[in-house]
C-alpha cells in the first residue's frame, strides 16, 4: 500500500525556519511530480510548491507568497520530497501536505495521486 509520510512540522517564531520531508512507501513504479500544499483554518488548501522531474531535471514551481523564502528539492534514489522554509511569517501556518502524483507496481498503466496526512506548522511569537 503506497503510503505519504511527512515529519518535520512544529511551532517557531516569525522570522524562524523549519524543513519539512515526506516519504514515499509501498510498491511504487515511479514518481512524476511532488509537492506541498497547506492549509489553513477557515481556508481552502492552496499550493505552496511542485517538484517535477524529467530527464534528469527538476522543474520547480511555488506560490507568489513563497518564492524567495521556501525551497523544495527531491531525492528521487529514496522517494523523498523536502521543503525548506525561511523568514516563516505569522500567515504561514497551516497544515502543511504531502503530494505526489505516481505510477504503482501492480499497474503501471495509470498514474495516481496521493496525499499525506499533514502535518501542522505554527508561526507565533
Known amino acids: 500500500q503506497v503510503q505519504l509520510v511527512e515529519s518535520g512540522g512544529g511551532s517557531v517564531q516569525p522570522g524562524g525556519s523549519l524543513n519539512l520531508s515526506c516519504a514515499a512507501t509501498?510498491?511504487?513504479?515511479?514518481?512524476?511530480?511532488m509537492g506541498w500544499y497547506r492549509q489553513a483554518p477557515g481556508k481552502q488548501r492552496e499550493l505552496v510548491a511542485t517538484?517535477?522531474?524529467?530527464?534528469?531535471?527538476?522543474?520547480?514551481d511555488y506560490a507568489d507568497s513563497v518564492k524567495g523564502r521556501f525551497a523544495i528539492s527531491r531525492d528521487n534514489a529514496k522517494k523523498m520530497v523536502y521543503l525548506q522554509m525561511h523568514s516563516l511569517e505569522p500567515e504561514d501556518t497551516a497544515v502543511y501536505y504531502c503530494?505526489?502524483?505516481?505510477?504503482?507496481?501492480?499497474?503501471?498503466?495509470?498514474?495516481?495521486?496521493?496525499w499525506g496526512q499533514g502535518t501542522q506548522v505554527t508561526v507565533s511569537s
Open positions: 503530494n505526489a502524483r505516481l505510477v504503482e507496481e501492480r499497474d503501471i498503466r495509470y498514474e495516481y495521486e496521493y
Open positions: 509501498g510498491s511504487i513504479f515511479s514518481i512524476s511530480a
Open positions: 517538484i517535477n522531474s524529467y530527464v534528469s531535471t527538476d522543474y520547480t
